[in-house]
């Protein structure tokens, strides 16, 4: 089979890996940059062009597409799924699991634990929108925010106030958070393939820090789940529509709560904490799926 790898960058550690492990089980590999990719959007004969030539030939698009580029990103994988092109993740889940808002909300309406999270426009309600989720301490989020930038947390009433104020100052779209304070600065990471938890590693903040991404300096270590998180995450994934996800649970006092539903989650520290080769089963999931050509929006046949 042919395999298209939607990447900006040909040496980046999931992107060399996704290609080695696409290459091992004997298919094509060829990375494509989104950025560099146009398109043609004619009646019945879409089109996309590369550096020149037409790109026709593929079976299957793996996209790994960075936050920063969402909107190209997800019209270049969309143009590939209009020429029936397979798509490991499909470009409408990476667009929800892409607003932090509508992944909450698509979550919420399924059940999915979730921390109270309130969201408004204007700050003149920041009093209630405090009150809302139970008080200080709370978390406070920049809706655009990745790697743990844009998280913070209010110790009391005032400084909550005053960063909701700032926020608002600056037109920033937040959401404000009950804090699981039991969570201990640690969330894990489920990596989650169709219907199965395939690997799972907790991370730690480092001392005086909440925030356990591994950017900001959070250490990772294996970890055992409940059968209740791994449900939760399988469910989670399955809500957003993404057939690879990284979800992101905090251990609460009321059992998993669901962070993020990460539709691009990265591999090193997932296989280098658990030693598995999470790339070769990307590449295995594709490989059944796109034979049988079944995505989540187009349904069977
Ligand atoms: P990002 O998407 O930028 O990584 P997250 O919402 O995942 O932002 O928050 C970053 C980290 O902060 C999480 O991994 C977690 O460790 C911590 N955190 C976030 N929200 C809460 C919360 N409500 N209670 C406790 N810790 C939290």
Do not use: W
């Amino acid at each position: 089979m042919r395999f298209a790898i939607l990447s900006r960058k040909p040496s980046l550690y999931s992107t060399r890996r996704l290609t080695e492990a696409v290459k091992a089980r004997g298919h094509e590999a060829q990375v494509i940059d989104p950025l560099r990719c146009y398109m043609n959007i004619a009646t019945h004969r879409p089109g996309i062009f590369y550096k020149g030539k037409a790109l026709d030939r593929f079976d299957v698009v793996v996209p790994r597409i960075g936050a920063s580029i969402t909107f190209y990103g997800t019209a270049v994988l969309r143009q590939f799924e209009m020429m029936d092109v397979y798509p490991l993740n499909e470009s409408v889940a990476i667009s929800r699991a892409r607003d932090k808002l509508r992944s909450m909300q698509l979550l919420s309406r399924k059940g999915i634990g979730l921390p109270v999270t309130a969201f408004a426009h204007s700050p003149d309600d920041a009093e209630h929108v405090i009150s809302m989720v139970g008080g200080a301490p709370l978390v406070i989020k920049l809706l655009e925010g990745t790697q743990g930038l844009g998280v913070v947390l209010a110790e009391t009433p005032k400084a909550a106030e005053s960063v909701i104020e700032a926020f608002y100052g600056l037109k920033a779209n937040i959401l404000v958070q009950e804090y699981i304070r039991e969570a201990g600065g640690a969330d894990i990471r489920c990596f989650v393939i169709g219907d199965k938890v395939v690997a799972a590693m907790k991370r730690q903040a480092k001392e005086g820090e909440f925030r356990s991404n591994l950017h900001r300096g959070g250490a990772g270590s294996k970890v055992k789940l409940t059968p209740e998180e791994r449900s939760t995450a399988v469910r989670a994934a399955r809500a957003i529509g993404l057939n690879v996800a990284g979800v992101d649970i905090l251990r609460s006092n009321h059992g998993p709560m669901v962070l993020e539903v990460n539709s691009t989650p990265g591999l090193e520290g997932i296989e280098g904490v658990t030693g598995l080769d999470i790339a070769g089963l990307m590449v295995e999931f594709a490989e059944k799926h796109a034979r049988a050509n079944h995505t989540r929006t187009r349904g069977k046949g």
